[in-house]
């Protein structure tokens, strides 16, 4: 099946600094990436869907500026978390969608928790 | 606009009882239905999926879910369930690009 990774699996990084998290489809090509944020025992809400050489399209409320998402190739999407703050801590879950898949299923990625102090 | 409701946050059984996870959907269109199961610090498992096929679909680990349009809804269930199916399960709704979940439902099975 379908593998979704992403990197790094847990990070801790200190408020003001930027924390960049890949996510990458190992064994198909994704023209479609998404981003998600979950917060403890909470449901997943979608922050942006990434379309590979084309800007992101960010849901409403969350700061393009702050976080900067990069669909360079057909298997890898990065996440750049800038001038991280404590408020920024949380789960991100990135998802891949095949190119030709119309049933809407996105392989998943194992998450990243990122821990700002 | 699309939306998922799911009843209870947290479900506990015993082990060997039925599991019954329940979902209802809203959508303006013929939907895409999901379940995903996700284990701590884990990202989301794909358990079955409804795309308009039969209305009764079989995934993994044993679940299945019944595709009611009268009731719009979606409900998960096991027959017998098994310590190993402790998780966190999402109901999730599709329709063009986007996924939008439930708040999901903690399942605890006991001995």
Same mark, same amino acid.
């Given at each position: ?12 990084? /200190?408020?003001?600094?930027?924390? $960049?998290?890949?996510?990458? *489809? ?21 922050? +942006?869907? =990434?379309?590979?050489? =084309? ?10 500026? $702050?976080?900067?998402?990069? !669909?360079?190739?057909l298997t890898l999407s990065t996440l750049t978390v800038t001038s991280a703050h404590p408020e920024d801590s949380s789960f991100y879950i990135c998802s891949a969608r095949e190119a030709e898949d119309r049933g809407s299923h996105q392989y998943f990625g194992p998450g990243t928790r990122l821990t700002v102090t | 606009a699309q939306s ?7 479900? =506990?059984?015993?082990?060997? &009882? ?9 959508? =303006? ?14 990202? %989301?498992?794909?358990? %079955? /999926? ?7 679909? $079989? ?15 979606? !409900?998960?269930?096991?027959? *017998? &369930? !098994?310590?190993?199916? &402790? &998780?966190?399960?999402?109901? +999730?709704?599709?329709?063009?690009? $986007? ?13």
């Amino acid at each position: 099946g379908a593998v979704v990774s992403q990197h790094p699996s847990r990070v801790i990084c /200190k408020s003001g600094t930027s924390v $960049k998290i890949e996510c990458r *489809s190992l064994d198909f090509q994704a023209t479609t990436m998404f981003w998600y944020r979950q917060f403890p025992k909470q449901s997943l809400m979608l922050m +942006a869907t =990434s379309n590979e050489g =084309s800007k992101a399209t960010y849901e409403q409320g969350v700061e393009k500026d $702050k976080f900067l998402i990069n !669909h360079a190739s057909l298997t890898l999407s990065t996440l750049t978390v800038t001038s991280a703050h404590p408020e920024d801590s949380s789960f991100y879950i990135c998802s891949a969608r095949e190119a030709e898949d119309r049933g809407s299923h996105q392989y998943f990625g194992p998450g990243t928790r990122l821990t700002v102090t | 606009a699309q939306s998922v409701t799911q009843l209870g946050s947290h479900v =506990s059984v015993s082990e060997g &009882a039925l599991v019954l996870l329940r979902c209802n959907y809203s959508s =303006s269109v013929p939907p895409y239905l999901f379940w995903y199961v996700q284990y701590p610090n884990q990202g %989301l498992q794909l358990l %079955l /999926k409804y795309t308009s096929a039969a209305t009764l679909v $079989k995934g993994i680990n044993g679940f299945e879910a019944e595709f009611k349009k009268s009731e719009t809804s979606f !409900h998960l269930t096991k027959p *017998s &369930a !098994h310590m190993s199916d &402790a &998780a966190e399960y999402f109901c +999730a709704v599709g329709g063009g690009n $986007k996924l939008t979940f439930g708040t999901g439902t903690q399942l605890k099975v006991e001995l």
